[in-house]
Every structure is written in C-alpha cells, then in structure tokens.
C-alpha cells in the first residue's frame, strides 16, 4: 500500500512540476526548495520521534544516498526544459527493468520467470499509455529524454542503496540526513537562478494555480512519497518496490483527461488490465530461496 501511494503521488508530481517549471520558476530553483522544505519538515518531524544514532557502517550509504537523490531530483526538474510528462512516464516505466538488473548484480536478488513476464507485461501496459498519446509529446528533445533515463538511473540506485538501511532506521532518520546532503548539493547550484527573470512567482503575483502545484509537490511529492518509499522497502524488494512505476503512466494520463489535456479511449483501461497484472506477477513471484 505504500508503494501503491507512492507512485500515485510520483503520477501526479510530472503534471505538476511542468505547470510551474520552467515558466514561473526555474528548475534549478524548484529542486532546491524541494530540497530545503523536505530538510526543514523532516527535521522537525524527527524531533517528535525517538533519537536514532547512525551508526558508522551505514554513513557512506547515507552519504551515497543523499547525493544520489540529489542528483534524482535535479535531472527530473531539468528534464522539463526539454520534454513533457507524459515523455517522463514514458521513461519511468523502465525503471522495473533497471531495478531487475542492477539488482542481480550488486544485490544477488534471483530472476523468477514469473517476475520477468510480469515486469515486461507492466512495461507493455505503460507503453500503451503513451504511445496512443503521442500527440502531446511532439515538443520532446533528445536531451530531454537523456535527463530522463538520467533520473530513473538515479532513483534506481537510490532504491538499492537505501534497501539495507530503510530496515535499520525510521523514515525521518533516513530522509532528515538525505535532504540535509542533498540541500548542499542544491542549494549552491540555484544561487545564480534565483533571479526575477527565472523564478519570477517568488518575486512577484502568480497564478494561483501555480502555487497549488508547487505545494502538491512540496507537501505530497517530496514529504509524503519519500516519508512512505523507506516503509515500502522494509517490507519488498527493490524490484516489487519499482514495479508499481508502471501505474505512474495510468495516474499521469488520467490528469490530462481530467484537466483537458487528452480524451478517453480504448487502450487506457487496456493498458491498465496489463499493468495491474504486471504488478500482481511481480508481486507475488518468490525468491528461490524461499520456494
């Protein structure tokens, strides 16, 4: 289930980041205040929890983990230069596969059948959302799809890294630390971007709409998804975890129905039947070891 929020919340965040980035704020800007507002709520939520000390095993992977989010939310924001949601959705449905690989690799995490049939079903499923939408992606650019691969490169490493310490610690230990690194990080590249000309909603009247959009990001896409991912990964594998990327392309599409930017047709529900039957295959596949 907390998996399931996630990526609903990561299905919105694309429709939600375009409408103010880079138009009313520059997208170096947005993931910096990203950054500092995940810092500031983390930190104070972790005040109403027990103290938990890191112990010094597991600060590298804190530290790796807080640079790659990092580098997850500056390809994302940087992406919307170039390209739309749907092209990120499009993207984000290989993250499965990605996650599948890498995970063998470094994690030995074994390779059910079941678990490869169910991750192209879901890919299939999340094609099918985009490609019979093509029309309102015409204005993607090259480099915006290689920011993309860039992100879910990025959060893939972000899900492995995190496995093994998301088992140790609370979520607001892990994210208070993460956001603190990766604020760094941020911060200092937005200084030159903080300007009227670039983020000028921050200088001056703005749609309200704008501002909605940016606290549905500030609020659910940054606090929310990365206070639920850690709770996601105590409990399934890196790979279940990536799965449910392929609803982001279902939830992505459903906005621009509800808000006028697509129409109704037959391959959306299709494309969901394949997704939701991806994610059930891989859901339940075991590991060999414990068949």
Do not use: H
Not at 61 to 71: D, K, M, P, T
């Amino acid at each position: 289930m907390a998996a399931l929020a996630v990526y609903i919340i990561f299905g919105i965040n694309p429709n939600c980041s375009k409408a103010i980035v880079p138009e009313y704020v520059s997208p170096e800007v947005f993931t910096a205040l990203r950054m500092l507002f995940g810092m500031v709520a983390f930190w104070i939520l972790s005040l109403l929890t027990p103290y938990e000390r890191i112990e010094k095993r597991d600060r590298w992977l804190i530290l790796v983990s807080g640079i790659v989010l990092a580098g997850t939310l500056v390809a994302f924001a940087e992406a919307f230069r170039y390209t739309s949601p749907c092209y990120v959705s499009l993207i984000s449905a290989t993250s499965p596969l990605m996650v599948m690989i890498m995970a063998a690799i470094f994690l030995k995490e074994p390779i059910s059948w079941r678990k490869s049939v169910g991750v192209l079903i879901g890919i299939g499923g999340a094609l099918m959302i985009v490609l019979f939408s093509w029309k309102i992606d015409a204005n993607a650019t090259p480099l915006g799809l290689l920011l993309c691969f860039i992100n879910i490169l990025f959060y893939t490493v972000y899900l492995l890294t995190t496995r093994t310490i998301s088992k140790r610690y609370s979520p607001f230990t892990l994210m208070k630390w993460m956001f603190l690194i990766g604020s760094v990080i941020c911060v200092p590249m937005a200084i030159s971007s903080f300007t009227p000309a670039a983020s000028p909603m921050l200088f001056g009247p703005a749609p309200a709409m704008a501002w909605v959009n940016l606290l549905v990001v500030l609020i659910f896409s940054t606090v929310v998804s990365y206070f639920l991912l850690p709770l996601s990964l105590r409990a399934i594998r890196p790979t279940t975890v990536s799965m449910y990327s392929n609803l982001q392309p279902v939830v992505t599409a459903c906005v621009s129905i509800a808000i006028g930017q697509d129409i109704f047709t037959w391959n959306k529900p299709v494309a969901l039947v394949l997704i939701v039957i991806g994610v059930y295959l891989v859901t339940t596949s075991r590991a060999k070891e414990n068949s």
